[in-house]
């Protein structure tokens, strides 16, 4: 990959990305509109089948970050796990150890009541480990947004060995 260095690891086992993704909780959504940046925390649910990656995520009926998908429904994301702040003697030597995802992907409002209620037992499956129904009602005062991942990277930077 590029833009690795000598401390960081790419990560390219499915089980490792499983657990970014169950791990994570909160996403940092990319959005672009006319050379306006925009990054939105948020949180999520994912499926992960023969490394295609889908993403949900839900959100009030209305702002800035929907008037921003309908204009421009390329998203970049990125969501970290396992933070280990670590120290040393120089300023250099301290650091985050961490494992990270991020990916590009297209993103689309679902309208469909179904579609929805599946996308959020997804969330809610991924945010609390726990199985959650939903009806129509439930989930026509949220809307969710579907992003469907091209193209993702995932790096682990571990404690350096000297302070394990
Ligand atoms: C850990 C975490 C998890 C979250 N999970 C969700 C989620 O699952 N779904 C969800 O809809 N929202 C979530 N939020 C809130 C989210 O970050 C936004 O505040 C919210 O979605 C509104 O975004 P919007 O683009 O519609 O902004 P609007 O309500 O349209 O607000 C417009 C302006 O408010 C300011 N603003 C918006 N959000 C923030 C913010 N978080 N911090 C500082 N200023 C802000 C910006 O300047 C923005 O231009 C979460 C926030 C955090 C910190």
Request: with cysteine; proline share 4%; hydrophobic share 40%.
């Amino acid at each position: 990959m590029q833009g690795m260095t000598k401390r960081e690891r790419q990560i390219t086992d499915q089980q490792h990305l499983a657990q970014i993704l169950d791990g994570g909780k909160v996403l940092h959504l990319g959005l672009a509109v006319d050379n306006e940046p925009y990054v939105v925390p948020m949180n999520y649910g994912y499926t992960l089948e023969n490394g295609k990656l889908v993403l949900y995520l839900h959100s009030a009926l209305r702002g800035k970050k929907l008037d921003m998908l309908r204009k421009n429904p390329r998203v970049f994301f990125e969501i970290d796990w396992d933070l280990k702040p670590f120290e040393g003697k120089k300023p250099c030597q301290y650091g985050v150890a961490y494992s990270s995802v991020m990916g590009i992907g297209t993103a689309r409002i679902v309208e469909n009541a179904e579609e929805k209620i599946e996308a959020m037992s997804i969330l809610m499956k991924t945010q609390t480990g726990k199985d959650f129904s939903f009806n129509e009602e439930l989930v026509s005062i949220v809307a969710v947004i579907r992003i469907d991942v091209d193209e993702y990277t995932a790096k682990h930077r571990p404690v350096p060995e000297k302070l394990r």
